[in-house]
């Protein structure tokens, strides 16, 4: 069982930026792959992105890539997303998740096994 909890949330005006991070309680951290994701109200949860087992391969959303920057630390346990250039549309509720061992399909809802509760990101214009 891991158990995954994210902080970092707020409010930003557009254009700023905010760092999410999520520390996680599995004992060998470094055989999970991790990503985030991220929920507006009344819409599906979708993929920001995610990183592999040892940080060696990194995957992003068109919508994020080149704004986003995501990051881990095994020795830490925590994975980080870096948030950068921050637009109105990037309003949601953001949920680190864990897969464990190697990155099938990093975009997709039901390759992670474990969630976090998710922090609100608010970004206004």
């Known amino acids: 069982q891991v158990q995954l909890v994210e902080s970092g949330g707020g409010l930003v005006q557009a254009g700023g930026s905010l760092r999410l991070s999520c520390a996680a309680s599995?004992?060998?951290?470094?055989?999970?792959?991790m990503g985030w994701f991220r929920q507006a109200p009344g819409e599906a949860r979708e993929f920001v992105a995610a990183?592999?087992?040892?940080?060696?391969?990194?995957y992003y959303a068109d919508s994020v890539k080149g704004r986003f920057t995501i990051s881990r630390d095994n020795a830490k346990k925590t994975v980080s997303l870096q948030m950068s250039s921050l637009k109105p549309e990037d309003t949601a509720v953001y949920y680190c998740?864990?897969?464990?061992?190697?990155?099938?399909?990093?975009?997709?809802?039901?390759?992670?096994?474990?969630w976090g509760q998710g922090t609100q990101v608010t970004v206004s214009s």
């Open positions: 599995a004992r060998s951290f470094s055989t999970y792959a």
């Open positions: 998740a864990a897969k464990p061992g190697i990155l099938a399909y990093p975009a997709r809802v039901d390759e992670y096994a474990y």
């Open positions: 990183v592999s087992l040892i940080a060696g391969s990194t």
